[in-house]
């Protein structure tokens, strides 16, 4: 089974050290709670672990092989903005997201898993006159819409209500049980039933 290997990281950010020599390995049926209080580098290194950005030192291989091509198409990144494009309906952000990562949905679909979220009548209003937690639902219908192998999520749970992050938590615990790898900063608890939740925790350095 394909694993997400990090081997000896290091991250420096403003002449300031984040995290050195860091390693860490998640596999399938796995869910990691990257914790740490602000400044410690919880975003810069899920960056790293997406190929998005690169380390000072050290690597990082998915099945044995560098994060590309096939990484990619088995990813879901999500960062901790919503990441959507506020002039765009509902409908109309996930159609150019599905487009943009090679993802077939039909029309039919999105509709559906927005119904889901608890967006019905909202699909078609630009998300610039929804709320931040109406947002935030429709940047976490991708978890519905593309077949990945891991994500990757930068604070899902922000300005979801208690509903909301139930829905999400629901969600993560289907991924998992179904052999997914999941590494996310929140700070909320991770409460899922049956799910064992590894923790890695970033400090401020001095």
Not at 2 to 18: F, G, I, P
Not at 159 to 183: K, M, W, Y
Request: net charge negative; charged share 20%; aromatic share 6%.
């Amino acid at each position: 089974m394909a694993e997400l290997v990090a081997s000896q990281l290091s991250c420096t950010k403003r002449d300031k050290v984040l995290f050195e020599s860091l390693s860490l390995k998640l596999s399938p049926g796995q869910l990691v709670h990257l914790r740490g209080p602000n400044g410690a580098g919880k975003t810069s290194l899920l960056r790293i672990l997406a190929g998005l950005s690169q380390p000072d030192s050290g690597s990082v291989q998915w099945n044995e092989q560098p994060l590309f091509g096939e990484f990619e198409r088995r990813l879901i990144y999500l960062g901790h903005k919503a990441g959507l494009s506020a002039g765009l309906s509902a409908i109309e952000n996930l159609s150019f997201w599905c487009a943009q990562h090679q993802v077939k949905a039909s029309e039919a679909k999105l509709f559906t898993t927005l119904e889901a979220l608890g967006l019905v009548g909202l699909e078609e209003i630009p998300v610039q006159l929804l709320s931040a937690g109406q947002q935030r639902r429709v940047a976490l219908a991708r978890l519905w819409l593309k077949d990945a192998d891991v994500w990757i999520l930068d604070e899902p749970f922000t300005a979801l209500d208690v509903e909301g992050i139930s829905l999400i938590q629901t969600r993560f615990a289907g991924f998992i049980n179904q052999g997914g790898a999941a590494i996310v900063t929140s700070h909320q608890p991770l409460m899922l039933s049956n799910i064992p939740v590894s923790y890695i925790e970033l400090e401020l350095q001095s």
